[in-house]
């Protein structure tokens, strides 16, 4: 069996989080409109500290420890998991493409931690 050493999906996890915080924060600038009318601006805030946090939080945990995020790739994968059914940030996307997007994105980074947990030494 193959064995890494190397995990690049924290580092992947931790940049889509990032992006995604990042562009619930200053989705203004560049012009793209979300659809704030059932969601307050404050939760749209809300949700985009989340994610920064999240992102920080991941990547602190892999550089602290790569044992310990690989013993918390099925927890985030569970994460992941349910937020392709309960996105946080869907009641605010205009369009279904968006929501496939995202829901492609999840599975990726799932599937690659599971690959990277089973493959890890």
Do not use: C
Request: charged letters at 10%; aromatic letters at 20%.
């Amino acid at each position: 069996m193959i064995k890494i050493n190397k995990i690049k999906s924290a580092y992947i996890v931790s940049i889509f989080f990032l992006i995604q915080g990042l562009f619930l924060l200053f989705h203004d600038f560049i012009g793209f409109k979300l659809d704030s009318s059932t969601v307050s601006v404050y939760i749209i805030k809300e949700r985009a500290t989340y994610y920064l946090m999240s992102a920080l939080l991941i990547f602190q945990l892999y550089m602290a420890s790569a044992k310990y995020y690989i013993k918390l790739v099925n927890t985030l994968s569970l994460v992941f998991f349910i937020f392709m059914f309960m996105q946080p940030i869907s009641d605010i996307m205009t369009h279904p493409l968006q929501t496939w997007f995202l829901s492609a994105g999840n599975l990726f980074l799932i599937t690659l931690m599971q690959i990277e947990k089973y493959y890890y030494e």
